[in-house]
């Protein structure tokens, strides 16, 4: 009977159910211990989407050194990252393509808007090509103001982001 | 911002009548003392081509600016880079001149072949109409313009024939609108 | 036709020969970008055939902001924060330019304490760029400590220009006039200090990263650029200059105070990806000389900007001006119609011109050495869309 209810084609159905049967079980005494394993290695998705990204690399430059907090350095493929910071101007050429990249992250996700661009339109609200803010095409965890922000001012929202995991119930 | 911003229409129409007046105030700096080595520059092309087919005008040391009807230029472009020796294309823009029903599209040429040369830009203009833009390409000549020419395409409209690939470039694939360095383009809130 | 044109147009066609004869699943197309470590805001289309890449197309246009539309909406003033954006990390440079052109439009003097303060503030800032561009160099051949080093040493230049400006990257120090502020007190000696140490640095940065045997066989003989291709295609700045043309607008056409300073144009002859590389690192060494002697020659006293109009204009005109930044010659189109806004604003930045020999180095190389022949030509994405 098993090996009816156990093949390749809803295989990841019953590793989802499990999960979820998991989570639910866990939930309440290891929650806590799940969201500290998830503050300490958010893995940033590597998308540059305008000029702030001379920032962000500095931030990840050894004097400011965002690996102290838990960022890992932005490396690697889309499937392992869990964190997306969007950084800078998304013009309309771009909205889609971040779009497509925010849906193939898997859950749990978060995103910070980084730079005036990201959260506004910043320096380019009156331009024909830049859209008023990202929160219009993904959800916004942390907003990070600057234009560009100081790598302090990311570590600072990336420790906001980092508490508000704490708080939140495990999905 | 918004304090010396001419309010709408008027606006615009005052500045559609002042574009009239760039060209001729350039014309007037033709009787400027002109240094010898553009001035030798400029009685060379002129030499060439004669008054009536090129017109040239000293606008600064080191800057000269040719004006050419579109069926010449390509005669020109290849004059100036084969007897003169301007090598490549450093930018090429067009410009919108609503109250000419006109656009300018501007070639500025420099040098790195010859030395002498290095300091100078020369600027290659042409005028098409508005309504129906087509102009001569000129990567045959100046194979640096490719990609200018695309954009320049893509931001005024203006159709280059010979060109392999009039076709999107910076602007979004859905781009609908007319092109966005067109005067009658307003972006948003202004 | 040229013998460039016949080649250019060869090479796509034997491209494209071998995209129609084989069968589809032998060909194998990829998108590079613009999700990718490197590439950055910037996406190419390259078909490759096993090892080979036998068809290149660059799609730009990621941030593409519309800088030139929205200066026809600006005074003179007010353009100079939006037109630093793209590229923020040699700010100082794009701001150069376009003060010169409005300068020469509204006939502004700038005096001398401003200009060399201006051509000291440009020279830091070719620092903090080209430090910046061999970090993300060293990270593309995955090479960490160079991602680090000059991170590092970036740092310690941005420190001395935010003493000078006020701003991390954003100076908007450059204005039609001269400069916003003067140089701090002790500013002298903290510059002199870092270039002291920096230059330190630089022969290390040469040992460990340059001499480098890994880094060697990855660069060198890797997509060679000839003299007359590169004069053909219209390349600038390092890209040019690793060619064998020793053109820099610095040189070749002087502004301001550099008529004055006495340097060395770098240039190489190999024209592959090593030499690509190496000129901005000897173009660092040159600017480290040059900072000195701007210090050395820098008068005491003096005004540092003329005092201007509120809304400076000129009469009806057009100027182009270009200046030597870290990418090479970046010019400033402006036409005036007398208005305090301009009529039209083209600017013609390196990257941009840099791009065309991407295809063209690009299609008949091995995959492998796509990053070492793509961020050796000093392309900045941002900065190309504008």
């Known amino acids: 009977m098993i090996k009816d209810l156990v093949n390749p084609s809803n295989f990841n159905l019953l590793v989802g159910k499990l999960g979820d049967v998991l989570t639910r079980a866990l939930d309440q005494p290891l929650g806590y211990a799940i969201n500290w394993g998830r503050i300490w290695s958010l893995w940033p998705v590597h998308l540059e989407t305008a000029c702030c990204s001379v920032e962000f690399g500095a931030a990840s430059g050894p004097r400011y050194d965002v690996e102290r907090f838990g960022i890992i350095e932005a490396f690697g493929s889309l499937r392992q990252c869990d964190l997306i910071v969007v950084q800078g101007t998304v013009t309309r050429k771009m909205a889609p393509r971040l779009r497509m990249v925010y849906d193939q992250m898997p859950d749990p996700k978060y995103v910070i808007a980084m730079g005036a661009c990201a959260i506004t339109g910043g320096l380019y609200i009156d331009s024909y090509n830049v859209l008023p803010g990202i929160d219009g095409i993904i959800p916004v965890d942390v907003y990070v103001p600057g234009c560009p922000p100081r790598p302090e001012t990311l570590i600072q929202g990336t420790m906001l982001l980092q508490e508000k995991i704490k708080r939140s119930k495990i999905r | 911002m918004s304090s010396d911003q001419p309010a709408g229409q008027n606006g615009s129409e005052q500045k559609k009548a002042e574009s009239n007046h760039i060209q001729t105030s350039i014309s007037k700096k033709d009787e400027a003392i002109i240094p010898e080595f553009e001035g030798d520059l400029i009685n060379k092309i002129v030499s060439r081509f004669g008054d009536k087919i090129v017109q040239v005008i000293y606008i600064r040391p080191g800057r000269s600016k040719i004006l050419v009807p579109p069926n010449e230029i390509l005669q020109v472009a290849s004059f100036v880079r084969d007897t ?86 910076l602007l979004p694939e859905d781009w609908a609108d007319i092109p966005p360095l067109r005067k009658e383009f307003r972006i948003k809130g202004r | 036709m040229d013998n460039l044109e016949q080649k250019f147009n060869e090479t796509i066609k034997m491209g494209l020969e071998i995209v129609k004869e084989t069968q589809e699943d032998r060909l194998m197309t990829l998108s590079v970008g613009p999700q990718h470590p490197g590439s950055g805001h910037f996406r190419f289309t390259i078909k490759v055939d096993g090892d080979y890449i036998v068809f290149c197309d660059p799609d730009p246009g990621y941030v593409h902001r519309g800088e030139e539309k929205m200066s026809e909406y600006r005074n003179f003033i007010q353009n100079i924060p939006h037109l630093e954006r793209p590229i923020i990390h040699d700010s100082t440079n794009i701001t150069y330019s376009y003060s010169l052109a409005v300068e020469e439009l509204a006939n502004i003097q700038v005096p001398l304490r401003g200009q060399y303060i201006r051509a000291l503030a440009s020279e830091l800032n070719r ?37 000078l400006t006020g701003a991390r990257v954003t100076h908007a120090f450059n204005i039609p006039g001269g400069v916003r502020n003067d140089i701090p007190e002790g500013f002298k000696d903290r510059c002199l200090r870092q270039v002291a140490y920096f230059e330190k640095r630089l022969v290390e940065y040469e040992d460990i990263f340059y001499n480098n045997p890994l880094f060697r066989q990855r660069t060198e003989g890797v997509g060679i650029l000839t003299k007359e291709d590169a004069v053909k295609l219209g390349v600038t700045g390092s890209v040019l200059r690793a060619s064998g043309i020793p053109f820099d607008v610095r040189k070749a056409e002087p502004y301001d105070i550099y ?84 009529y039209r604003v083209k600017i013609s930045v390196g990257s941009f011109r840099n791009m065309l020999a991407l295809p063209f180095l690009l299609i008949g190389s091995k995959l492998a050495d796509m990053p070492s022949i793509y961020w050796s030509l000093n392309y900045w994405p941002v900065e190309a869309d504008r």
């Open chain 3, 127 to 163: 620092q903090v760029y080209t430090l910046y561009w061999l970090a993300i160099y060293g990270i593309f051949l995955g090479h960490s400590t160079m991602f680090m080093w000059p991170m590092g040493d970036r740092e310690l230049f941005i420190d001395l220009l935010e003493a």
């Open chain 2, 84 to 169: 003169l020796g301007f090598d490549h294309a450093e930018s090429v823009s067009g410009t919108d001149y609503p109250k000419d029903n006109q656009i300018e599209v501007i070639y500025h040429l420099g040098s790195y072949s010859v030395d002498k040369l290095a300091s100078q830009v020369l600027a290659l203009s042409t005028r098409t109409d508005r309504n129906d833009s087509r102009l001569p390409t000129l990567i045959n000549i100046f194979k640096s313009a490719e990609y200018h020419e695309r954009e320049t395409f893509e931001m005024l409209g203006v159709y280059f024939e010979g060109h392999p690939r009039n076709e999107r470039f």
């Open chain 3, 259 to 342: 008529s004055e300073i006495d340097f060395k144009v770098q240039y190489m002859k190999t024209g592959d990806s090593y030499a690509r590389s190496m000129v901005p690192f000897l173009d660092m060494k040159e600017s480290c000389q040059i900072i000195r002697e701007l210090l050395d020659k820098m008068p005491k006293s003096g005004e540092v900007r003329t005092k201007l109009q509120p809304n400076p204009k000129g009469p009806p005109g057009e100027s182009y001006k270009r200046v030597e930044s870290g990418r090479g010659a970046l010019g400033y189109y402006i036409v005036s119609d007398g208005t305090p806004k301009p």
